[in-house]
């Protein structure tokens, strides 16, 4: 069976008006950042360019060839750049002009004349086969620091699409595209990757909307386990995360700040959400790669220690009890209370390790520290609690 090429660019050019008019309503409901913006603006760029080289014969070469061509390389240029944004990178509207000017002038120069198809094609699909790769690139990227199956998913399809320009670009370099009359002769290979391009250009569109959602809902989980005023975990992340850890040697840490009602009640919540907040920060730049660190209700803070001993978690508490007293010398006489830290310790090296228990143990440890004066560091031991 073969398709007709002229019409299959055409279908090309209706679907990717149509998804680009779709982004395009999607992104002004709000909900959506810029990266969807360019997305819809490389599908109607694309679909336009399409349209035009599907009028060639028809139409002037100048608006069919270079037109054409340009505003396909503009549509697929912009790939890349929405990606970009959608990870949360830099992107240029100017640098991205002069890419576009640089590897647009080949086809109104180079390879504008009416025989020179076949070089056009070799080189328009060399292209877009790199402008793909670059996406897959920062799709991967995305995938292995927010953790996105969707991303994985963009990168097979981008690749996909990438080797499908490659195949092409080659066949034009080799013949195996016809005698170069891009509308004649009814080539069926030409026809077949004409129309798998068109598949997976759809399907490229609906993959990054799966991302949005995927990142979206990824975030939303977040949000949910995680303390909105310190940003650290909340009592529900706090038992999610430990549920992941291995079964290790685990220390954990049970802080109280020090004279916090009389804070509060002397300056008021503004002033001890910043001291909160200044904790948080200070404890959480004391800790390694996995720890955990949670606000486990007011002015308690919980911290879960991995592979460490009970010595060396008194020895982080002590760290991170100085630590906050520096943080807030920044706020310099403007606090009439000076809140401190009392800190209880305990840890469990062998079995499976329970976090009520261990925060109970903990808990021993930080009132008998208040007992005998806060300020400081206890740790648990079975058979006697020690400074």
């Known amino acids: 069976m073969t398709f007709d090429l002229r019409t299959i660019y055409a279908m090309t050019a209706v679907a990717c008006v149509v998804l680009g008019m779709l982004q395009c309503a999607a992104y002004f409901t709000g909900r959506f950042e810029r990266w969807l913006a360019w997305w819809s603006a490389s599908n109607f760029l694309v679909g336009i360019g ?33 990606m970009r944004i959608f990870v949360g990178r830099t992107v240029s509207l ?9 590897l647009g002038i080949p086809f109104v120069t180079i390879f504008s004349a009416d025989d020179a198809s076949l070089q056009r094609i070799a080189y328009g699909s060399a292209v877009y086969c790199l402008l793909d790769l670059a996406v897959a690139r920062e799709a991967h990227r995305l995938g292995r620091e927010e953790k996105l199956y969707s991303a994985e998913l963009a990168v097979g399809l981008f690749v996909l699409t990438a080797m499908l320009y490659a195949s092409r670009s080659t066949m034009a370099m080799t013949g195996l595209l016809g ?57 529900g992340g706090l038992v999610r995360s430990f ?15 020090d004279h916090f009602k009389q804070l509060n009640d002397a300056h008021g919540h503004a002033m001890g959400d910043e001291v909160l907040r200044a904790f948080a920060s200070s404890a959480a730049n004391a800790l390694d790669d996995g720890d955990l660190i ?23 508490a002590e760290h991170i009890r100085l630590a906050f007293v520096t943080s807030l010398r920044r706020l310099g006489d403007r606090l009439s209370v000076l809140p401190t830290l009392s800190i209880g310790a305990a840890a469990e090296s062998a079995g499976p390790v329970d976090l009520e228990a261990l925060l109970h143990k903990a808990d021993q440890a930080l009132y008998a520290r208040k007992r005998r004066g806060r300020n400081g560091v ?8 020690a400074a």
């Open 94 to 102: 100017l640098h991205c002009s002069l890419v576009i000017a640089v």
């Open 294 to 316: 949670a606000r486990h209700g007011g002015d308690e803070f919980v911290i879960v220690l991995k592979e460490h001993s009970l010595e060396q978690a008194v020895a982080i």
């Open 179 to 235: 005698d170069g009359n891009l509308f004649n002769g009814g080539d069926a290979v030409h026809a077949w990757v004409a129309l798998s391009a068109m598949v997976f250009l759809t399907l490229r569109s609906m993959v990054i909307m799966l991302m949005a959602g995927e990142r979206a809902s990824a975030r939303l989980r977040a949000a949910a386990y995680c303390d909105a005023l310190t940003g650290v975990l909340n009592r």
């Open 50 to 82: 399409s349209f035009l080289i599907s009028l060639r014969s028809i139409a002037p070469d100048s608006m069919t060839v270079q037109f054409g061509n340009v505003l396909t390389v503009a549509g697929c240029v912009l790939l890349p750049a929405s």
């Open 378 to 385: 206890d740790a648990f031991r079975e058979d006697v609690l």
């Open 243 to 257: 549920a992941e850890l291995s079964p290790k040697p685990l220390a954990v840490l049970l802080i109280d700040i």
